[in-house]
Every structure is written in C-alpha cells, then in structure tokens.
C-alpha cells in the first residue's frame, strides 16, 4: 500500500477545487469542491437512470418479445422520459389508511440513498472517482446493504399484507445472497492485498497472456471466470432482478414492498433500484472488468465504465425477458446450500493457488 | 483532502435528491382523498384484520439468524484478505496465513452443515398450508 498517497490525487474533488482555485478557502473550499462533485456524479447517474428506466427498459423488453415499444414522442421515443417525469411526478400521493408515517415516508428516501453512496467509491474513469479510502470495497458493500433497511422499513409500515410478506422475502433474499457476494468479492482481495478501489483496478492493468499479439489484460473476470459468474448471480440477486425476483414477484404478492406507494414514491423507490442495478454493474466491474480501462486512451474510461454497467444492465432486462422466476423455497436453498458453499470453496481454492503462486 | 469529506458531501446529494424530487411533486400533485381510495389494496377485497399482526413463516427468523453468524465471519475475513498477498510477500510462511483462516473457516461449514441438517434452510411449510393445499390432478 505505498502507493496509496499518489493515488489520493487526482479525485473529481481535488480537480475542481484546483479549476475553481477553491484550494484558498481551506476545509470550507474543499466542502464546496466536494458538493460540486457529488452533484456531478449524482446527476451522472441520474441522467443513466432516465434512460434506462422510462426508455432502455421498455425497449429492450419489446425488442426480446418482438414488439416496437415508445417511438411516439421525440426520436426513437426518447422524449417520452420527460413526459413520463412529469406524469409520475404529478400523480396524486394516495396515503393509505393506517400507515406507519415517518417509517413509510422514510423508506423510499432510503433506497435511491443507499444506491447513490455506494457510487461514492466507484472509479469511473477519466478522473470521475469522488473518494478513494483505504475501505473503497466494504465502503461499497456496507453502503448498498443499507437498501434492505429502507425495504423492510417499507414492507413494515404499509399496513398491508402483500408489502409485509414482499418486505420479508426482500430481507431474505438480501441476507441469503449477500454472503456469496462478500466472500466472492475478498477472493479478488486476495490478489490485491488492498480494498482500496483504485488499487484493485490498477492490480488488472498488466497483461495476463498474449494471444495472437494482442495482449489481454489481468482482469480478474479472466484469471478467475468462476469466481465473475458467482459475483455476477449474486449480483442479480442482490438488486432484486429475475430470476430471484421473488421480493416482487407479480404474480405473488402484487408488487410486495412497494404495493402501497404512488407518485413520487414510486418515482423514488424505482430510481432506487435502478441506481442500485447499475451500483451492481459498477462494484462488479471494478473488481471483475478492470474498472474503467479499455482500448483507447485513458481518458476514454467514463465511456467504457459506461460500457460495463450497461452491460449489467442489459444481462438483468435479458435475464428479466428469458428466465423464469424461482419459488421462494428453491431460492433460499440456491442461496444457502449451493451459492455459500460455492463461495467459500472459491475462497479457499483461491487462497491455495494464490499462496502456491507466489 | 480527506476522501470522507467527499462521502459525506455525495450523502447529502443522496438525502437531497430525494427530497427535491417529493417537494417538486407537492407542487404539481392534486390531493383529492375520498373513502375507499385509502384503503389498502388487497387485490379488490376489502381489507381485514391488521396486517403487521400476520403469522409468516419462521423460515425468515432461522435465515436471519444464520446471517449474523456468517457476516460477523465476513467481517473478520476481510482483514485477513489483506494481510494475505502482502504477508507472503515478505516471507511469512503459506500454513501460518493459510491455515488459521481455513481451521475457521472449517469450523463455521460444521456449523452451517449442522444448521442444514436440522433443517434451518429447509423451507416447511406449515401444517396448515398443506392440509389447505388444492391438489391439482
């Protein structure tokens, strides 16, 4: 970890307060410099968010089931995410009858608040990282378990059924699979010997093999594609997607956790999991993919960051589309027997060659 | 500058956003409560009976317990994963890293084999549930 003092330079913070000369004004300049750049990496993701929930979706889905999908307004329909803003955001707030009020009001502020702090971390490339702590992996992992306080906050205090058993099978689900995601991810710590975020992307910069004179790099999605798959289901059941979609389950429970919510509500818990998709995509590719790197100069990284948790994106709308959902019963022992035992045999395995290795 | 500076600065935007969005809404949003449109939905029936006070399956107690043990196993993980590459590195030997984590690791699968065989994992549904089951032929 020496190297860890020149890689505190060069966060989005430090680079505006070096542009705005905001350096002069001490810890009030850097609060500043901080604020500019979370509202930068939080409209990021937002305008990420806006084409993937009201547009990206609803393409991708009618594309899987051969249908056409929004083309009305604005080209290929893309004006339809400001139409459907305004629609959602001007919906009557229905407050239903017996809520439990500050709790039910404080779950969908949870939700996209978990999603977007976890973001806090993540290297995207071209100079876009906010912080980089010595943590940056179980900052990550802490910050986007939180969500599972917002949802059985939610489930709890709709004062219906449906919300209480989708909050339940939500918290299960969170703790059956949150385990393999962990353990997965500390067997790429095992190769770096640091959770710093951008020391795990710098230990995939150098070449793994040569094939054909084209050199590909140490991603570890390459030097261990079994531990990549693992990550990547746990991944899908963790931000809640087919086919572990048991906490929603339609067919079920109506829309669980969510069933009672509307307007802005609805809005915010649907911002939530999208951001909480593409946290996913993003934890997944700064351990797996090599963070923002790809062919090209470096200050290419946003559009490959991009890239890759697009790519997760599009794996769970296909996942959505192409896989049938689990019974709640199949789905906890998947979680308990076969993804825990996976992943702790992962571990071990990658601890042995690891340490035979070096 | 310090990196929690910059957290804290993003948790702000993640409470703030929220919040900007619900006092935009309170602008635009009508209010027009009536009876019936406050009530729960329960599919179109009319709600009965409180819905916190349910009976749910004990399963979710028996996971939950379950997790406690193995992310307090996580937590302690984590520094060893660190320690790993770098303690070999400088020449500690692979059984003083390695075997401990293992000896650890091993005694937690004892327990989560002894959980599975008493049937923590196993989904039961209740008594009650199967006799109402309707058995399709």
Excluded: C
């Amino acid at each position: 970890m020496t190297g860890a003092a020149p890689l505190q330079q060069g966060m989005l913070p430090d680079t505006i307060a070096k542009l705005l000369g905001l350096g002069a004004f001490g810890v009030a300049g850097d609060v500043v410099a901080a604020l500019l750049g979370a509202f930068l990496v939080a409209n990021f993701l937002l305008i990420n968010t806006a084409f993937a929930g009201p547009w990206a979706k609803r393409k991708i889905t009618a594309a899987f089931t051969d249908r056409i999908a929004v083309n009305r307004i604005g080209p290929f329909g893309l004006f339809v995410i400001v139409a459907d803003a305004v629609r959602l955001l001007s919906k009557e707030l229905v407050i239903p009858e017996g809520v439990d009020r500050p709790a039910w009001d404080l779950g969908p502020i949870l939700i996209p608040f978990s999603a977007l702090l976890g973001f806090a971390v993540i290297p995207m490339g071209s100079g876009l990282q906010l912080a980089d702590p010595e943590t940056g992996l179980a900052f990550a992992f802490a910050a986007s378990s939180i969500a599972s306080l917002g949802l059985i906050m939610m489930g709890y205090a709709s004062n219906n059924k449906y919300s209480l058993l989708g909050g339940l099978r939500a918290v299960a689900s969170n703790l059956a699979y949150e385990i393999p995601l962990v353990v997965t991810g500390i067997s790429v710590v095992l190769f770096t010997g640091t959770l710093q975020m951008s020391a795990i992307v710098e230990a995939q910069q150098a070449t793994f093999v040569s094939v054909a004179g084209v050199a590909i790099p140490q991603w570890f999605a390459f030097v261990n594609p079994f531990a990549f798959v693992l990550f990547v289901l746990a991944n899908v059941a963790e931000v809640g997607r087919n086919p572990f979609d048991i906490p929603e389950a339609p067919t079920e429970i109506v829309a669980g956790y969510q069933t009672e919510y509307s307007s802005v509500y609805f809005v915010l818990i649907y911002l939530g999991e999208f951001i909480h998709i593409f946290l996913g995509g993003a934890i997944a590719a700064t351990l797996f993919l090599g963070g923002p790197a790809g062919p090209g100069p470096a200050a290419l990284g946003i559009v490959w960051f991009t890239a890759k948790i697009w790519a997760f994106f599009l794996l769970t709308q296909w996942l959505r589309s192409a896989v049938p959902r689990l019974r709640v019963d199949q789905f906890i022992e998947i979680g308990w027997k076969g993804m825990l035992v996976l992943s702790f045999a992962n571990l071990v395995l990658t601890a042995v060659i690891v340490g035979v290795l070096a | 500058m310090n990196a929690w500076i910059a957290i804290g600065a993003l948790a702000v935007m993640g409470v703030g956003i929220p919040l900007g969005m619900m006092a935009v809404s309170a602008l635009l949003r009508p209010g027009v409560p009536e009876q019936g449109k406050s009530a729960t939905y329960e599919s179109g029936e009319i709600p009965t009976g409180s819905a916190t006070g349910i009976q749910f399956n004990i399963q979710y107690y028996m996971v939950a317990l379950l997790f406690v043990v193995f992310d307090v196993e996580t937590v302690l993980i984590f520094p060893w994963a660190v320690i790993y590459q770098p303690a070999l590195a400088s020449g500690v030997g692979l059984a003083t890293v390695l075997l401990p984590m293992l000896i650890f690791i091993g005694v937690l699968v004892v327990g989560l084999v002894w959980a599975w065989r008493q049937g923590a994992v196993k989904w039961v549904s209740s008594p009650r549930a199967a006799r109402q089951k309707t058995e399709r032929s």
